[in-house]
Antibody, heavy 118, light 112 residues
Framework: QVQLQESGPGLVKPSETLSLTCTVS????????WSWIRQPAGKGLEWIGR???????NYNPSLKSRVTMSVDTSKNQFSLKLSSVTAADTAVYYC????????????WGQGTTVTVSS | QSVLTQPPSVSGAPGQRVTISCTGS?????????VHWYQQLPGTAPKLLIY???NRPSGVPDRFSGSKSGTSASLAITGLQAEDEADYYC????????????FGGGTKLTVL
């Protein structure tokens, strides 16, 4: 069965760029949407954006100016970059397989904690 | 302020039935977009509980059911069990500036 694993630095300095990768195992990355979601400690889920394996993207308008997503089908990976981070970007970051508007997000990674601090 | 509104908390005794509401608007649920529900147990990633308003993925007990009407949706849990204590989130799409993926603020279910 498909499994997702997030990876990347757990600590990022303010004003720098947060970079995370999600590795897909047990299945192909092709022909799906892949989403990033984050959750500050003790708070709710926030959808960051999604990418299709063709490279087409949709971003949360509140984060759009700072977000870049990419996909590497040869490695079965997709990535998130969030620039100019502040303490408000400290959160658990999840990647998920997004089946679209009618099916929801059916597979989630375990999440990775990113702290923004100097 | 979430685009989809959920009650912060609900509670019920074991064996009882509880419902969690998710209220949206004409640009999301009311526009015909489906609603999905996720269960997040403490310290774990969210898990898809209901998709397409009322469908259960394989392995989800039939104690969990979903419905949608107008600009709102509901998650019902019958025969409440201690292991149902978790946070529950609704999710839908939005055609306005909120973007295609929107979540409710989440509801904490306490089993008394």
């Amino acid at each position: 069965q498909v499994q997702l694993q997030e990876s990347g630095p757990g600590l990022v300095k303010p004003s720098e760029t947060l970079s995370l990768t999600c590795t897909v195992s047990g299945g192909s990355i092709s022909s799906y949407y892949w989403s990033w979601i984050r959750q500050p400690a003790g708070k709710g889920l926030e959808w960051i954006g999604r990418i299709y394996t063709s490279g087409s993207t949709n971003y949360n308008p509140s984060l759009k100016s700072r977000v870049t997503m990419s996909v590497d089908t040869s490695k079965n990976q997709f990535s998130l970059k969030l620039s100019s981070v502040t303490a408000a970007d400290t959160a658990v970051y999840y990647c998920a397989r997004d089946l679209g508007s009618r099916r929801g997000m059916d597979v989630w990674g375990q999440g990775t904690t990113v702290t923004v601090s100097s | 302020q979430s685009v989809l509104t959920q009650p912060p908390s609900v509670s019920g005794a074991p064996g009882q039935r509880v419902t969690i509401s998710c209220t949206g608007s004409s640009s999301n649920i009311g526009a015909g977009y489906d609603v999905h529900w996720y269960q997040q147990l403490p310290g774990t990633a969210p898990k898809l509980l209901i998709y397409g308003n009322s469908n259960r993925p394989s392995g989800v007990p039939d104690r969990f059911s979903g419905s949608k009407s107008g600009t709102s949706a509901s998650l019902a849990i019958t025969g409440l069990q201690a292991e149902d204590e978790a946070d529950y989130y609704c999710q839908s799409y939005d055609s306005s500036l909120s973007g295609p993926g929107v979540f409710g603020g989440g509801t904490k279910l306490t089993v008394l």
